[in-house]
């Protein structure tokens, strides 16, 4: 479940993902199923008007609590001046057309490694349409978020498209947006 | 469908909103629906192994194109050591908490504002549950991304707690995760 080698013994690398530990996890995993038991947190405060910032401290995994090293992570949102905020921070639409791209590559990336597939580039172009009839409940029969989400991937890898396409159907992110979920939504009085 | 009043009046303002704004863009709406068609747009870039980055330039709203003034946005995605990853940013499922946890607090405050009904403050707490078996592909009848997510809002407010659970009804982000959506993915060979 790390990246860390046993001392003297050179880890296999793919795509900069280390081999031996993702076949490691999995093993683990058959093992101990409770270690794929992930929960990810988050907080999230009102800044005034469109603004406002989450803190993501740390999440639960492989059966234990971890703090961020590299954090804690501060991410703002805000809205575009036509969509009556200051334009200080994408919104929150646009982050999560970032998280479907960050997610389709990453699953790309590291199921392309576990089966021995190497990729030299991956970008992507991301396109979602909103109508804002919706949000403003002008309309009932509009969606309030978006209607439909086109993603163009440009891979360079010796790969077929057909197998490379099958790699990203693992992604946590497709499957969140494109499949419905229960989101809980609890208001308290402060 | 701008926050700039006309010269001599001064716009109304309610929980940092320009409620003078966001009438004239719903009665701009009703006039013209096309105002409401609003195309989100986004590229990412891998970076290597767990790392990839997003480049957010501008949008379509409102009949034209627009800049983010003060972008371009750049955002980075990463995974931490116990997902095999450097851990210099937050991953693709946690900024899907942060979009969520954006989207339901702007919501209300936006639509509060139209109200008339004013917040003193909002915080929210989100959790999503994920097991990792399903990213791996070791049980297909566990799903590849969140089973559920919970939110918690804290919000300070003279209006009682079944108001502001309507106002947060009108979220896209909530919208967007909470329902499925047509999620159209191509791969191409660069």
């Known amino acids: 479940m790390t990246n860390q080698a046993a001392v003297g013994t050179a880890p296999t690398f793919n795509n900069g993902v280390n081999v031996d530990a993702l076949f490691e996890t999995v093993e683990a995993v058959k093992a101990a199923p409770q270690i794929a038991d992930f929960q990810f947190r988050l907080s999230n405060r009102w800044l005034g008007?469109?603004?406002n910032r989450s803190t993501v401290?740390?999440?639960?995994?492989a059966c234990e609590d971890h703090d961020h090293m590299k954090g804690p992570f501060t991410l703002d949102n805000a809205e575009p001046p036509v969509l009556l905020g200051g334009g200080t921070a994408p919104n929150p639409v646009e982050y999560i057309l970032h998280a479907l791209a960050g997610c389709l590559t990453t699953t790309m990336v590291y199921h392309a490694a576990a089966r021995g597939?190497?990729?030299?580039?991956?970008?992507?172009?991301?396109?979602?349409d909103l109508d804002l009839r919706g949000f403003l409940g002008l309309d009932e029969t509009v969606r309030k978020g978006f209607?439909?989400?086109?993603?163009t991937m440009r891979v360079e890898s010796?790969?077929?498209v057909e197998t490379?396409?099958?790699?990203?159907q693992f992604s946590p992110v497709y499957d969140i947006i494109s499949k419905s979920l229960p989101v809980d939504v609890r208001v308290?009085?402060?």
Chains 1, 2 share one sequence.
Not at 119 to 126: A, G, H, Q, R
């Open 49 to 51: 008007g469109d603004h």
């Open 57 to 61: 401290v740390g999440f639960h995994g």
């Open 117 to 128: 597939v190497s990729l030299t580039s991956v970008s992507s172009e991301l396109e979602g």
């Open 147 to 151: 209607s439909t989400v086109r993603v």
């Open 158 to 160: 010796e790969a077929d």
């Open 164 to 168: 490379l396409e099958s790699l990203v």
């Open 188 to 190: 308290e009085k402060a």
